[in-house]
């Protein structure tokens, strides 16, 4: 079972940036992956997303500022996210996929808080 630890989260002003990683137990070459984000009083949802072959898909919410990138040697999924506004605020969260379904169980996030 592979395990994955979500990682660099952090305080930033609206228009900032930040870069999160998502470090594999294992290959993930054979998955898709997605970013998800938790805020307060709304459902999780899928941010982004990577096929096996590199293809991406963003929520209309994030295109634009948002990539998802891939290192399948080095087992890490990355979300660079920029112009970053207060809405971003959330828990973010790296699944493998099935289709549009998560595979395994979620971790603990890493928190992203962008002030006004």
């Known amino acids: 079972q592979v395990q994955l630890v979500e990682s660099g989260g952090g305080l930033v002003q609206a228009g900032g940036s930040l870069r999160l990683s998502c470090a594999a137990s294992g290959s993930i070459s054979i998955n898709a992956m997605g970013w998800y984000r938790e805020a307060p009083g709304k459902q999780r949802e899928l941010v982004a997303r990577t096929s096996s072959g590199g293809r991406t898909i963003y929520a209309d919410s994030v295109k634009g500022r948002f990539t998802i990138s891939r290192d399948n040697a080095k087992n890490t999924v990355y979300l660079q996210m920029n112009s970053l506004k207060p809405e971003d605020t959330a828990v973010y969260y790296c699944?493998?996929?099935?289709?549009?379904?998560?595979?395994?169980?979620w971790g603990q996030g890493t928190q992203v808080t962008v002030s006004s």
């Open positions: 699944r493998r996929l099935l289709g549009d379904a998560p595979l395994g169980s």
